[in-house]
């Protein structure tokens, strides 16, 4: 009987590379989980990043930074802008969320606005105290176990302190107080403003503010509110003076309509006015509920931004850190 004869390949066109297309099962286990553009490359092809790589491999360099960055200090960041409803405290929560998520906790966020704000009331649980009754009792917590019955604990791992009830308006000095308490118990501490940068309160948080981030919408009274606080800070000069010349701007979307003339503006007046860190957040349904604000149920094209947004920071606070030393 004669043997069975196998069909012989045909010939390679010529300038094709000799590679053999038949898969392993390794190979397709590869196909499967990386597509034929990680098969391509594991034959030795040079293949140009897809898109959706690029920004996978940028969020990652961005959350390493997050997590991997050390200061010899506590750190601040202070959210500001005197315009109301431009997104100070849901964006103190998002970062902060931030912060706690990538690096595990370490993170709070406070309440440094002369009124009481809504801070508390965005932040997920209801704590019976918060600055107030910390500022109160300051003297007498002496380690993390009592400070935290003072906090909103997230499920983000940060915490949060902020209005319970009615309270007196803060003063500077209260602001040295609680900041120099934190300090003890917190790497980052993220600073939520209220509406009146000539404020006791405002002018001692920038006195522990390593870097200022100004919210602002495409809207003309937001972008008003932002161009006062920088001239206020050019006017006191100094620190407040250097903070506003490294200000990090970000270019919030609450839903409501936009005008495209009106966000050419904005763009142009911000780059006039020499701002050269600009982040956009989109708009995101969670936020735009208007209650509690849990970083797990943000969109992910929001914490994708507030990642990024968070990385400059991070940028911002190794170069401060570094000229000091």
């Known amino acids: 009987m004669d043997a069975p004869t196998t069909a012989a390949e045909p010939p390679k066109p010529a300038g094709v590379p000799n590679v053999d297309l038949r898969m392993t099962r390794r190979e397709a286990a590869e196909t499967s989980r990386h597509g034929w553009r990680g098969v391509l490359r594991n034959m030795g092809l040079t293949i140009k990043p897809s898109a959706a790589e690029t920004r996978a491999a940028e969020l990652g360099r961005a959350r390493s930074l997050i997590r991997l960055s050390q200061w010899q200090r506590s750190v601040g960041i202070l959210v500001a802008n005197p315009k109301g409803g431009v997104g100070k405290t849901p964006l103190s929560l998002a970062i902060g969320g931030c912060f706690a998520t990538i690096r595990g906790g370490g993170a709070v966020v406070v309440e440094v606005a002369d009124d009481p704000g809504a801070l508390s009331v965005r932040a997920e649980g209801r704590a019976p105290v918060g ?103 050019h006017q006191l000069g100094g620190h407040a003076q250097h903070l506003a010349q490294t200000a990090i701007v970000v270019r919030t979307h609450d839903g409501r309509p936009e005008d495209a003339e009106v966000s050419r503006v904005v763009g142009e007046l911000l780059e006039q006015s020499g701002i050269q860190a600009i982040h956009h957040v989109p708009v995101d349904r969670h936020i735009a509920e208007r209650a509690a604000l849990t970083y797990g149920q943000l969109a992910p094209a929001t914490t994708d931004a507030i990642t990024r947004l968070t990385a400059g920071i991070v940028d911002q606070l190794n170069t401060e850190l570094r000229k000091a030393q």
Not at 147 to 160: E, N
Not at 202 to 209: I, K, Q, S, V
Request: charged residues 20%; without cysteine; hydrophobic residues 40%.
């Open 131 to 233: 600055v107030a009754e910390l500022l109160r009792d300051i003297e007498e917590i002496r380690g993390a176990g009592h400070l935290a019955g003072y906090v909103s604990q997230q499920t983000s791992y940060a915490a949060v302190i902020g209005t319970v009830g009615d309270r007196d308006a803060l003063t500077g000095d209260d602001v040295h107080r609680l900041t120099r308490k934190l300090d003890e118990f917190y790497p980052v501490r993220v600073m939520d403003t209220g509406n009146q940068p000539s404020s006791s309160a405002f002018h001692g948080a920038l006195e522990h503010t390593d870097v200022l981030v100004i919210p602002v919408l495409d809207a003309l009274d937001a972008l008003q509110g932002a161009m006062q606080l920088l001239r206020h800070l």
